[in-house]
């Protein structure tokens, strides 16, 4: 079992940035995959980006490539996502997730096994 908790959500203006972080416990060792989603209300839940847990491949989607950054700590309990310059179209909240299984690492939500509880982010114009 993996654990994960989401902190860093908050307000800000477009342009702005913001850090995410992914505190994990438990079975840390198990990961092969982590990512970071958002969902928008009333929309499905997308992926945003991941990262391979040995060798630190990162993966982003379109819509948050060259604005956002994922990366882990050296020890691999903590991820974070870098947020910058960010756009009203960025609010939802953010969830982290863990894949235990040691396959090619995609932003595809349903791939993930682990899931924290969320954090809201919500960016003004």
């Known amino acids: 079992q993996v654990q994960l908790v989401e902190s860093g959500g908050g307000s800000v203006q477009a342009g702005g940035s913001l850090r995410l972080s992914c505190a994990a416990y438990g079975y840390t060792y198990s990961v092969h995959c982590m990512g970071w989603f958002r969902q928008a209300p009333g929309k499905e839940r997308e992926g945003v980006a991941a990262l391979y847990s040995v060798g630190g491949r990162t993966l982003y989607a379109d819509s948050v490539q060259g604005r956002f950054t994922i990366s882990q700590d050296n020890a691999k309990i903590t991820l974070y996502l870098q947020m910058n310059n960010l756009k009203p179209e960025d609010t939802a909240a953010y969830y982290c997730?863990?894949?235990?299984?040691?396959?090619?690492?995609?932003?595809?939500?349903?791939?993930?096994?682990?899931w924290g509880q969320g954090t809201q982010v919500t960016v003004s114009s």
């Open positions: 997730a863990a894949d235990p299984r040691v396959r090619g690492c995609s932003i595809r939500p349903p791939q993930y096994t682990y």
